[in-house]
């Protein structure tokens, strides 16, 4: 791990403070049931800035002539530590992260006030979690309450979330390289998920090929609950039961990516269960693939967002139209918005420490502009339910292809390239495992 990546984030961060508080705590465990804990995950905002991974803690950067880091964490514990595993401790924390000064978490509630007063901004994001705005809240009403002695609270607050959305957009060489690997593992778990799916197996053994993939290459987590939807099922957007037969004939639409030190991927891939597309299969996927290209040739810098998602629509409204979903014409349909009756969804979404990562889409009332460091998904798609007005053969048809897109100075980086999305490469992976 680059430490001094890390470290330069914070700096940065500092520098564009310039002078004030910022407090930015992880996230809490939480109880699954009883004395279970769900298994911890770290807030994104924090780990951005320290690399820290455990829970009980809190980062506190203080701007201006003398700009300082302190972390505030859990103590050592030789108890605790046999029962849960290993603390840094403040001081072994300070070392190992590079932090100006490392603290008890126990302390952080007496130290705040002095922390704060005289500061003239607090930079905390109010209202993404309670617990802590009502400790942040004490410590300033404690502060006021000694303004005949000289303190004041700082007069201006503002959402440090939104200073590091900023930051946290562009991809430094660090993160683009966590990326890389969690990408190229959930590309492996993908052509294994092609290559062991048969007609009378259940979705969640295929998930389990998935998840046994990512574990094997080094992934923490899944980046999300993984989608295996098969037929019909592959018409929810959000379908993650995934304990349905697989059947002969049908497709399964597999939505999955893993998580490397914080960073996600996102991958979907869509194909038929026998290993062979049906006429109408590949004539939709092919829609969707030729939509996605098109979104894919539409990023790269001075393009702005919905540029691709534009690109996409057009295809996907043209093919709709040529299949016989849709009736009129390409400048109605696009206008009244018909193709939404089969694709409902936007073409891609930041991607990073969250699956849908930190950022803002637009600058006041105008797209942003793609530059050199983003990284989003491209993800156009086509779900086709059973309907009167809509051809048999396309009944219960789902097909979605997502991609991992870096923004490049002159184009992108498709990351995530090496699961297979041709129809000839799917169909001969699949047929050689048979």
Same mark, same amino acid.
């Given at each position: 791990m680059n430490i001094e990546a890390f470290r330069a984030r914070r700096n940065r961060l500092l520098a564009q403070m310039q002078h004030g508080v910022a407090l930015i705590p992880t996230a809490p465990e939480r109880v699954r049931n009883?004395?279970?804990?769900?298994?911890? #995950?770290?807030?994104?905002?924090?780990?951005?800035?320290?690399?820290?991974?455990?829970?009980?803690?809190v980062l506190v950067l203080v701007a201006g002539d003398e700009q300082k880091s302190i972390l505030f964490c859990r103590d050592k514990d030789t108890e605790r530590e046999i029962w849960d595993g290993f603390r840094h401790g403040p001081d072994g924390a300070r070392e190992v992260f590079r932090i100006d000064e490392a603290h008890s978490i126990t302390k952080f509630d007496e130290m705040l006030p002095e922390l704060i007063a005289n500061q003239p901004t607090l930079f905390h994001s109010m209202g993404h979690d309670d617990g802590f705005d009502a400790r942040v809240v004490a410590a300033l009403n404690r502060v006021r309450a000694n303004s005949r002695a000289g303190q004041h609270a700082p007069a201006d607050i503002r959402d440090v979330r939104a200073m590091i959305d900023e930051m946290r957009l562009i991809k430094d060489e660090h993160e683009l390289s966590t990326m890389r690997r969690s990408a190229a593992i959930s590309s492996e778990a993908h052509r294994r998920a092609m290559q062991t799916t048969r007609p009378g197996r259940r979705e969640y053994e295929v998930e389990a090929e998935l998840l046994h993939v990512f574990r094997l290459g080094g992934s923490q987590f899944p980046a999300y609950s993984p989608i295996v939807a098969g037929g019909a099922n592959a018409c929810v957007l959000h379908y993650v039961e995934n304990d349905a037969l697989l059947n002969d004939g049908e497709l399964v639409l597999i939505d999955?990516?893993?998580?490397?030190?914080?960073?996600?991927?996102?991958?979907? #891939?869509?194909?038929p269960v026998n290993g062979r597309f049906s006429g109408p299969q590949r004539a939709v996927y092919q829609l969707v693939l030729a939509a996605q290209a098109a979104a894919v040739a539409e990023?790269?810098?001075?393009?702005?967002?919905?540029?691709?998602?534009?690109?996409?629509?057009?295809?996907?409204?043209q093919g709709m139209l040529d299949?016989?979903?849709?009736?009129?014409?390409?400048?109605?349909?696009?206008?009244?918005a018909a193709y939404r009756k089969f694709y409902m969804h936007r073409t891609g979404h930041w991607l990073g420490l969250d699956v849908h990562d930190a950022g803002e889409y637009k600058l006041g009332d105008a797209w942003r502009p793609l530059v050199p460091g983003m990284m989003l998904t491209v993800e156009p798609g086509c779900y086709i339910r059973p309907a009167d007005d809509v051809p048999r053969a396309y009944w219960n %048809?789902? %097909?979605?292809?997502?991609?991992?897109?870096?923004?490049?100075?002159?184009?992108?980086?498709?990351?995530?390239?090496?699961?297979?999305?041709?129809?000839d490469? %799917?169909?001969?992976?699949?047929r050689d495992a048979a």
């Amino acid at each position: 791990m680059n430490i001094e990546a890390f470290r330069a984030r914070r700096n940065r961060l500092l520098a564009q403070m310039q002078h004030g508080v910022a407090l930015i705590p992880t996230a809490p465990e939480r109880v699954r049931n009883r004395d279970s804990h769900y298994p911890y #995950r770290f807030d994104s905002y924090f780990y951005y800035l320290s690399a820290f991974r455990e829970p009980e803690a809190v980062l506190v950067l203080v701007a201006g002539d003398e700009q300082k880091s302190i972390l505030f964490c859990r103590d050592k514990d030789t108890e605790r530590e046999i029962w849960d595993g290993f603390r840094h401790g403040p001081d072994g924390a300070r070392e190992v992260f590079r932090i100006d000064e490392a603290h008890s978490i126990t302390k952080f509630d007496e130290m705040l006030p002095e922390l704060i007063a005289n500061q003239p901004t607090l930079f905390h994001s109010m209202g993404h979690d309670d617990g802590f705005d009502a400790r942040v809240v004490a410590a300033l009403n404690r502060v006021r309450a000694n303004s005949r002695a000289g303190q004041h609270a700082p007069a201006d607050i503002r959402d440090v979330r939104a200073m590091i959305d900023e930051m946290r957009l562009i991809k430094d060489e660090h993160e683009l390289s966590t990326m890389r690997r969690s990408a190229a593992i959930s590309s492996e778990a993908h052509r294994r998920a092609m290559q062991t799916t048969r007609p009378g197996r259940r979705e969640y053994e295929v998930e389990a090929e998935l998840l046994h993939v990512f574990r094997l290459g080094g992934s923490q987590f899944p980046a999300y609950s993984p989608i295996v939807a098969g037929g019909a099922n592959a018409c929810v957007l959000h379908y993650v039961e995934n304990d349905a037969l697989l059947n002969d004939g049908e497709l399964v639409l597999i939505d999955a990516g893993c998580e490397v030190d914080g960073y996600a991927s996102d991958i979907t #891939r869509s194909f038929p269960v026998n290993g062979r597309f049906s006429g109408p299969q590949r004539a939709v996927y092919q829609l969707v693939l030729a939509a996605q290209a098109a979104a894919v040739a539409e990023i790269r810098p001075g393009r702005h967002w919905n540029e691709p998602h534009d690109a996409a629509v057009k295809v996907l409204a043209q093919g709709m139209l040529d299949l016989k979903l849709l009736e009129g014409s390409l400048d109605g349909v696009l206008e009244s918005a018909a193709y939404r009756k089969f694709y409902m969804h936007r073409t891609g979404h930041w991607l990073g420490l969250d699956v849908h990562d930190a950022g803002e889409y637009k600058l006041g009332d105008a797209w942003r502009p793609l530059v050199p460091g983003m990284m989003l998904t491209v993800e156009p798609g086509c779900y086709i339910r059973p309907a009167d007005d809509v051809p048999r053969a396309y009944w219960n %048809i789902g %097909i979605r292809i997502e991609d991992d897109a870096l923004v490049t100075s002159n184009g992108c980086e498709l990351i995530s390239a090496a699961a297979p999305k041709q129809v000839d490469e %799917i169909e001969a992976l699949m047929r050689d495992a048979a």
